[in-house]
């Protein structure tokens, strides 16, 4: 059974830190999306990351996929209170299709004024 | 920006009820999800759907629920003698094609059983 495991669980910071949430599995994943999801609402996708050891940046989050595709983590910097949300990381797939995606439990973020 | 839009958003059903939740997807996806969350528990995935058959669907996807759509624009999710343990968000989801996990989601319908 493929897992995602996300660590830390919460986090809570100042405005202005960095901080890094990361999400990791025993097993190979094609591909690992990261979406981010605010209570009461629909996950968001926020990048999609393919290759082994890619880097994508998205203004000040940057996303990368290990080398061996079987972990990736979320860098943010200088937090602002925007940024508060729940990030979950993803992997396809379910029954071999990459759209059937297996959630982590997300990484709870808040970013303090 | 196209997006894919769920009704009702919230339901409140009497246990052995059946519910319909409905999702109209985006207009040019092809592929069509459904999963849930339970409060405080992960997305999980239910079931997918591509060229009017389920393509995968999951352990918790059993005789009590089925999908269809009915009319080209629709996308349900019905479930049969609702059990307290259904109470959750459930999430429609659609995508362009079925290599990525590059899924838009619906804002969901919250279902509570009594």
């Known amino acids: 059974t493929q897992l995602l495991e996300q660590s830390p669980q919460f986090l809570s910071i100042q405005e202005g830190e960095n901080l890094t949430v990361y999400c990791n599995s025993s097993?190979?994943?094609?591909?690992l999306q990261w979406y981010r999801q605010e209570p009461g609402e629909g996950p968001v996708l926020l990048v999609t990351v393919v290759t082994g050891g890619e880097v994508k940046k998205l203004k000040r989050l940057t996303f990368q996929f290990g080398d061996a595709r079987k972990d990736s983590s979320l860098h943010i910097t200088a937090a602002q209170p925007g940024d508060t949300g729940l990030y979950l990381c993803a992997g396809g797939g379910y029954g071999g299709s990459q759209g059937n995606l297996i959630f982590g439990k997300g990484t709870k973020l808040s970013v303090k004024p | 920006e196209p997006e894919v839009t769920q009704t009702p958003s919230h339901q409140v059903t009497q246990m052995g009820q059946e519910v319909i939740l409905r999702c109209v997807p985006i207009?040019?996806?092809?592929?069509f999800y459904w999963y849930r969350q339970i409060l405080g528990q992960k997305v999980e995935f239910l079931v997918s759907f591509y060229n009017n058959e389920i393509s995968e669907k999951s352990e918790i996807f059993d005789d009590q629920f089925s999908v269809e759509r009915p009319d080209g624009s629709n996308f349900t999710l019905k479930i049969r003698s609702t059990k307290l343990e259904d109470s959750a968000m459930y999430f429609c989801a659609s995508s362009v094609d079925g290599y990525t996990g590059e899924l838009f989601f619906g804002e969901g319908s919250r279902l509570t059983v009594l």
């Open positions: 207009s040019n996806h092809l592929y």
């Open positions: 097993s190979v994943f094609s591909s």
